[in-house]
């Protein structure tokens, strides 16, 4: 794996590299990961591809130091440098894990005639969270969502009597409870979704051009994830038959491993 950084404004973006394959595969993370997360898959690929993993703002390697603003432009700029030195860096592959899902879709909606297949692994983004768009997209929800984070005790006790009455999934509870209850832990919550808020894909689009332009699309997900469901995928991949296949492993939501990585290739086998 090779480390590298780009200045950008006033922060320093880290991304890391494997391989030298004639293929250029860009990878996102999901949240509260970074690019590291990616080496056992970029390792096995580097006869095929070359792999690029950048980190997000707030996470990993990167230092982020321009406000609690970063857009599909920006993306767009950090990766052109990335790619710069690549002779096939005109086309892309995509790979999106969970929140990095959200990223690949915005850039497939922004880019679709750069992307040569889309690969979604328990992605986030097919799917408005009522939630997230309260938190991030509105004025009252983000002025709410800032107290929240340093007032969390109102709602941490919503959320123990919801799970009493049974309106809150036990496995929502506790993923949630787990991000709320240390103040570091808050305000990277809060950072990373208000710098990121603007990757909002819009899945009609993105099906138009997957048609146009007969686009492979390979998606995967756990049975038992109870954070990213797969019947988001499947109601995803009816508008777009034939050209999307997915697969369901009997698992959670943590499918980005070593251990899973057979079936991690067989996505990106053309």
Known sequence: ?????????????GYSRWGNGPQVLLCFHGYGESAAGFSFLGEA??????????????????????????????LVLLLTVMTASQPLSASWWLLGYSMGGR?????????????????????????????YWLATQTGPGRRLFRWTIHHPGWFLATLRAGNVLRLVNLS?????????GDAQVRQDLYNRWISLRSFRPHIDTVKIHIRQQQLPVRLLYGRFDRVIRVE??????????PFCKLEVLEVGHRLMQARHLETLLSLLKE
């Open 232 to 241: 988001t995928g499947q109601h995803f991949c009816t508008a777009i038959t």
């Open 1 to 13: 794996m090779h480390t590298s950084f780009i200045t950008f404004g006033s922060s320093r973006v």
């Open 103 to 131: 990223i690949a879709l915005s850039l497939m909606e922004k880019m679709p005639e750069k992307v040569k297949r889309l690969v979604l692994v328990a992605p986030d983004g097919l799917k408005l969270n009522f939630w």
């Open 45 to 74: 690929l580097g006869d095929t591809f070359t792999v690029f993993a950048i980190d997000l703002p707030f996470h990993g390697s990167t230092d982020w130091q321009d406000g609690l603003s970063f857009n599909i432009d920006d």
């Open 172 to 180: 929502i509870y506790k993923f949630v409870v787990s991000y709320i």
